[in-house]
């Protein structure tokens, strides 16, 4: 099979990758899916997948023992490239978890729910970490495509990105605050919750990636 046609989904330690992997083989179709720590699949592969799991500080640190980070960075200049949970936190120039800098796509950064604002509309408490499904309002995107608007999808995460760019915003969700869980711009879509786990709507998404020309 040609480079041309694998999809390489990021692996650098952090995370268990085989429902990522599992849900893209399902819509991938004639396109190989590789889970790979190897930067020279990744340079070859047609397009990238950067999935993430944990602390922020220990993903980037992960990423960088194992070399990783100029391969990412470069995928993100012109590979179609899905970001899911903490890679799309990791896009980003700062996070508040840890004190720790980010690659540094995206002007903005990812901060910790504000606990004083945790609420639910009837007063009840909202636990963090926000675990669980809830409704995400989108704007037009290719990756929404044939996506209802207020789909839900499975979050698990502590912290939510703050984008200086509020174009780069293709979706949102309410936790106590609204929160950005969706971005997008050029080659780039990245999300807070994890498509692998979302059911229908979420291996959508990923077809939608598969398919996606941007």
Not at 5 to 15: E, L
Not at 180 to 199: L, M, Y
Not at 204 to 212: A, G, M, S, T
Request: aromatic share 10%; with cysteine; glycine share 10%.
């Amino acid at each position: 099979m040609s480079a041309g046609s694998i999809i390489a989904v990021i692996d650098y330690g952090m995370g268990n990758l085989r429902s990522v992997s599992k849900a893209l083989e399902h819509v991938a179709g004639d396109k190989q899916v590789i889970v790979t720590a190897d930067p020279a699949v990744v340079a070859a592969a047609e397009r990238v997948v950067f999935p993430g799991q944990g602390a922020m500080p220990d993903c980037m640190r992960e990423l960088d023992a194992r070399g990783l980070r100029p391969v990412v960075l470069a995928a993100a200049k012109d590979k179609p490239f899905l970001g899911i949970c903490i890679g799309l936190q990791m896009l980003f120039d700062h996070s508040e978890e840890g004190d720790f800098a980010g690659l540094g796509v995206f002007a903005g950064d990812v901060t910790r729910f504000p606990e004083a604002k945790m609420f639910a509309a009837d007063g009840q408490r909202l636990k963090v970490p926000h675990m669980g499904w809830n409704n995400v309002a989108h704007k037009p995107h290719a990756l929404w495509a044939d996506i209802d608007d207020g789909a839900r999808f499975y979050f698990v995460h502590s912290y939510c990105v703050q984008p200086a760019d509020s174009t780069l915003v293709t979706g949102t969700t309410d936790y106590g605050i609204p929160f950005t869980c969706a971005v997008g711009r050029d080659n780039i879509f990245a999300v807070q919750f994890h498509p692998e786990k979302s059911a229908r709507d979420g291996l959508q998404l990923l077809q939608n990636f598969v398919e996606w020309r941007p």
